[in-house]
């Protein structure tokens, strides 16, 4: 079974793991700019989203899947690759896949699950960077034959997410608007950094 690895973009070292006895699993989390894959029984991915957007990917036969987390849909044509690109849907879809497929998953199996995409901060209002972000991941799996069984995204809540990638089960928190000021400032912060370095029917809620 495929340890569970979660590094952001520039980070050096594994996000700290936690217990959740409500769950009675040990569960990773996720940041920004990361990916985790995992199949091991009583192990969850975790990952909190405003604006941006988590895929769950699994392959049901070898119960092994994983999730990410981007922040804006693509990068630009002639960007090069940097230590920002996971922060992209385009670069953090074909990273997941492969390391599933690393992971002895079977691309033609894998099927999705989309969270995210949220409005959480008027200064994103004008870009719809949560809609452009949710649109990009439909019409990507779309496009690679990956069906998406459940999706919850849009509206104005900040989402918690479980993912079990050894059931398959997903879980969805949404959080109060005005309690996420501090999520709001830290996507204005990646969003400005990397402009600077630039220059759902089985959704289950808990």
């Known amino acids: 079974m495929p340890e569970a690895l979660t590094r952001a973009a520039g980070q050096t070292g594994p996000a700290r793991s936690y217990f959740d006895a409500r769950f009675d699993a040990l569960v990773h989390p996720v940041a920004p700019g990361a990916h985790a894959i995992n199949g091991k029984p009583s192990e969850m991915l975790s990952t909190v989203l405003g604006s941006c957007i988590a895929v769950c990917l699994r392959d049901e036969q070898r119960r092994i899947g994983g999730i990410n987390h ?20 385009d670069t953090a879809m074909e990273v997941l896949i492969n390391a599933l497929m690393r992971a002895g998953c079977d691309r033609s199996r894998l099927e999705a699950k989309v969270f995210g995409g949220a409005r959480i901060a008027a200064a994103f209002d004008q870009s719809a960077i ?24 849009g509206g104005a809540s900040p989402r918690r997410i479980l993912f079990e990638p050894w059931s398959g089960r997903a879980l969805v928190q949404h959080i109060d608007p005005l309690a996420t000021a501090d999520l709001a400032r830290t996507e204005a912060r990646h969003q400005a950094a990397i402009s600077v370095r630039r220059t759902a029917s089985s959704v289950e809620m808990f």
């Open 70 to 89: 981007f922040m804006l849909p693509a990068l630009a044509d002639g960007q090069s690759q940097n230590r920002d690109a996971m922060l992209y849907g």
């Open 130 to 153: 949560g809609e452009r972000n949710a649109q990009f991941a439909v019409d990507f799996l779309s496009h690679e034959k990956i069906p998406v069984r459940s999706r919850d995204t």
